[in-house]
């Protein structure tokens, strides 16, 4: 199986940023895409961000484009989420994931990962 472990959350003011990381042990090397997905209280969980295995593809909603960068280091089994320019409403707890498929090169759908780590609270106050 694999592990995935997210850390960088904390509380920040509205305009600052955090830089989130999620590292991923066990069997890595069954892993292909990887996304980021956030739930805030009373909502569902919903996507974020995602990036292919080889970087070359990523894909964002709407609401974080142009402000939130997803990356990884495959040498590091570590995908990173720098969030810049924070809005109160980026509040959640914010999950990483992977997933093994080998068809797909990104998705944005939860339903395509397999493996998915604990969270993080992120908290962005005004």
């Known amino acids: 199986q694999v592990q995935l472990v997210e850390s960088g959350g904390g509380l920040v003011q509205a305009g600052n940023s955090l830089r989130l990381s999620c590292t991923t042990s066990g069997r890595t090397l069954i892993t292909n895409y990887m996304g980021w997905f956030r739930q805030a209280p009373g909502k569902e969980r919903e996507f974020v961000a995602a990036?292919?295995?080889?970087?070359?593809?990523?894909l964002y909603t709407d609401a974080v484009k142009g402000r939130f960068t997803i990356s990884r280091d495959n040498a590091k089994n570590t995908v990173y989420l720098e969030m810049d320019s924070l809005k109160t409403e980026d509040t959640a707890v914010y999950h990483c994931?992977?997933?093994?498929?080998?068809?797909?090169?990104?998705?944005?759908?939860?339903?395509?990962?397999?493996?998915w780590g604990q969270g993080t609270q992120v908290t962005v106050s005004s």
């Open positions: 990036i292919s295995r080889k970087a070359d593809n990523t």
């Open positions: 994931a992977a997933g093994r498929h080998s068809v797909v090169v990104v998705t944005l759908n939860e339903d395509d990962y397999d493996f």
